[in-house]
């Protein structure tokens, strides 16, 4: 078992930024895989940005650039640094850890970008 617990969220105006956090229960480097989602009203939940232990990253076209995804083993930690925000980054962002195949999802935290 796995549990994820995000903060950072907020209210933000356009071309601001905010960094989310999500600490694991257990040691990040046990899981295989880890990232961030967002959801907005009446759209289903999108991959935002993806980390492996390895430490390769992938995103999203929509954020390529300016949004940066990254770990802490230390601290156990995954980040989200957004930056350059824009209206449609708003959603509330869940963090998602894979281990042994198995997923596991944080509460969420809500982004609320104002234009």
């Known amino acids: 078992q796995v549990q994820l617990v995000e903060s950072g969220g907020g209210l933000v105006q356009a071309g601001g930024s905010l960094r989310l956090s999500c600490t694991a229960s257990?040691?990040?480097?046990?899981?295989?895989?880890m990232g961030w989602y967002r959801q907005t009203p009446g759209k289903q939940r999108e991959l935002v940005a993806v980390?492996?232990?390895?430490?390769?990253?992938d995103y999203t076209d929509s954020v390529n650039g300016r949004f940066t995804i990254s770990t802490d083993n230390a601290k156990d930690t995954l980040y989200l640094q957004m930056n350059s925000l824009k209206s449609e980054d708003t959603g509330v962002y869940y963090c998602?850890?894979?281990?042994w195949g198995v997923g596991y999802w944080g509460q969420g935290t809500q982004v609320t970008v104002s234009s």
């Open positions: 980390i492996t232990t390895g430490g390769s990253t």
């Open positions: 998602y850890a894979k281990r």
């Open positions: 257990s040691r990040i480097f046990s899981i295989d895989t």
